[in-house]
């Protein structure tokens, strides 16, 4: 588990991270989320010790990074995929880290083998793809075999087949009972991915909840394309709302897809399309973060 009490952090004048307070509990992908700027590198860093609050904890599984003897076997990190040393091989930089923290060459090799990167161990780590990169990261995230583990931006530079390699890397984390968390950009990978989510905005805490509840519940909008439509309005039953008219179709909320089929069947209404949409989680982000961006275009929408 992770916790945050006050967690606090100021670089002068700018408030980077201002009195967080969570847990970030075993067993879960919790998502963490904010504009760029909002503070989850920097809360991320001073969870690891690379950054010292300035005011308020940060605690891994009920103690500090830095009293840790073994900290990579207590938490992992991909903070900065670029963080090795160009020069050197991956499996050089993996053995490294595996020594200074007591974790056994051979796994080493498990770890390479896991990420993908076996076959490229002896290459420099300086040309490696983004992605390769990414992969490296991930690689010393999981060396120490911990129980917490963080990703800052994990799929930034995946290709596809890497994007869901990693959703599925996280799922399995966490269903092993591990602590993971992880922040991202993009929003329909999140939604996918996480159970819980995280949203700060410049620094301050705007949500901490299961993905369900920031989503808005479970409450359905349905869409309806058909002839007729109107008619078919007045059988809905009712709190049945229109809350959209895309062309030749309407949006409802307040009722069920098998609710709307039944009412354009006692209507005598022919139905081309009923699809129950979800809120998206980019949607509802938008709407959280919406005082909170820091760096906007131009351009108003
Ligand atoms: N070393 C530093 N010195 C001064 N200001 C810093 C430093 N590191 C971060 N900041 C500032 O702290 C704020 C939070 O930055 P941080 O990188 O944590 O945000 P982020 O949420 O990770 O953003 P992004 O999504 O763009 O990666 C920003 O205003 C940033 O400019």
Redesign the pocket.
């Known amino acids: 588990m992770i916790a945050l009490r006050g967690l606090t ?1 100021r ?2 004048t ?1 408030v ?2 201002a009195d967080l307070s969570l847990r970030v509990e075993p067993g879960l992908v919790t998502g963490f989320l ?12 001073m969870v690891v010790g690379l ?1 010292r609050p300035t005011a308020g904890t940060a605690l891994v599984g009920g103690r500090p990074y830095g009293s840790l003897r073994h900290p990579l076997r207590e938490v992992g990190a991909l903070l900065d995929a670029n963080a090795v040393h160009p020069g050197r091989s991956a499996r050089r930089h993996l053995l490294a880290m595996a020594r200074s923290n007591g974790i056994a060459a051979s796994r080493v090799e498990e770890v390479l083998a896991a990420v993908g990167l076996a076959e490229v161990a002896g290459r420099r780590a300086g040309a490696f793809s983004l992605g390769m990169g990414q992969r490296l990261g991930i690689a010393g995230a999981l060396l120490g075999d911990p129980g917490v583990l963080m990703f ?2 994990p799929v930034n530079g995946l290709d596809p087949e890497g994007v869901r390699w990693v959703r599925e890397l996280m799922r399995s984390l966490a269903a092993e009972g591990r602590t993971v968390f992880v ?1 991202s ?1 993009l929003m329909s990978e999140m939604q996918l991915t996480a159970d819980r989510l995280v949203v ?1 905005g410049r ?1 301050r805490l705007l949500a901490d909840a299961p993905i369900e509840e920031v989503l808005g519940g479970p409450q359905e909008r349905v869409l309806v394309r058909g002839r007729d439509l109107p008619r078919m309005l007045a059988t809905l039953p009712q709190g049945a709302r229109v809350v959209g008219e895309p062309p030749g179709a309407l949006v409802l909320s307040g009722v069920t897809a098998q609710q709307v089929g039944d009412a354009a069947l006692a209507a005598g209404v022919a139905v081309h399309e009923l699809t129950p949409q979800r809120a998206s989680l980019e949607q509802a982000y938008m709407e959280l973060t919406a005082g909170s961006v ?1 760096y906007t275009s131009g351009r108003k929408s």
Do not use: F
């Not at 904010?34 to 860093?45: C, D, L, Q, V």
């Open positions: 952090k670089y002068g700018t980077a991270v904010g504009p760029n700027g909002a503070g989850k590198s920097t809360t991320m860093r950054d800052d931006e922040s950009h700060i620094g820091e």
